[in-house]
């Protein structure tokens, strides 16, 4: 009983904070995607080429979390956007005063469009509310088909699913059809890319949808 009393005040005090973040997210007319994946997934590289395609067409910046090194903002740093690290020292997931903390180095950036790259995990990022515009996860077929079965929570609430490195599914037991339908038996209104950040497959697609996507929200706010 006190270990759930001591988690409900820890979310309640995230929420709390989460909502102060939406309300900046909103006001500034920014769209935030909160990453979310387990470790090896490719996630920092579809981030990477995400900033790639985007980068003439919008202000784009990215917080990158990890529990050790810096070396994923080293990699962003290279594409020459602005970008934050939080180095969480062994917790597995971001949570939203940290994100407040991080986002401050960022606000005279005057972003449309920002990427926070969550800790390699598909159980707490799922709880921890970022106060961002939707949660994006990032499924690789070297998973194989069954994640979503395995950790529905985050596929709950996540808006979008990434099928990543489809150019492998010659090389690995998985199936995209068993994995789609794994994934929408779990939440139906997901939206489902399937991408390849070695030949690009539906990176296009991808960054389209942000696109479009990221002006709505600009709209609405």
């Not at 070297?142 to 979008?160: N, Q, S």
């Amino acid at each position: 009983m006190g270990i759930l009393t001591v988690e409900r005040k820890l979310l309640e005090k995230n929420d709390i904070v989460a909502q102060e973040l939406r309300g900046l997210f909103t006001s500034s007319g920014m769209f935030v995607l909160n990453m979310v994946s387990s470790p090896g997934s490719g996630k920092t590289s579809l981030v990477e080429a995400t900033i790639k395609a985007l980068q003439r067409r919008v202000r784009i910046g990215v917080i990158e979390g990890d529990v050790q090194t810096d070396l994923d903002a080293r990699r962003i740093d290279a594409l020459n956007v602005p970008v934050v690290q939080i180095v969480t020292h062994g917790a597995c997931h971001l949570e939203a005063p940290l994100v407040r903390d991080a986002y401050r180095q960022l606000a005279d950036a005057k972003l449309d469009i920002l990427i926070i790259e969550n800790v390699g995990n598909l159980v707490c990022p799922a709880a921890y509310d970022l106060g961002e515009s939707l949660k994006v996860v990032v499924a690789s077929t070297t998973e194989g088909d069954d994640k979503p079965l395995k950790y529905p929570a985050m596929f709950r609430h996540a808006r979008v699913l990434i099928i990543n490195k489809v150019d492998l599914i010659p090389y690995v037991q998985c199936s995209l059809e068993t994995l789609r339908a794994n994934a929408l038996a779990i939440n139906p209104s997901l939206v489902i890319f399937e991408t390849s950040c070695t030949t690009s497959q539906g990176i296009t697609a991808w960054c389209d949808w942000i696109v479009s996507e990221a002006a709505s929200h600009a709209t609405v706010g």
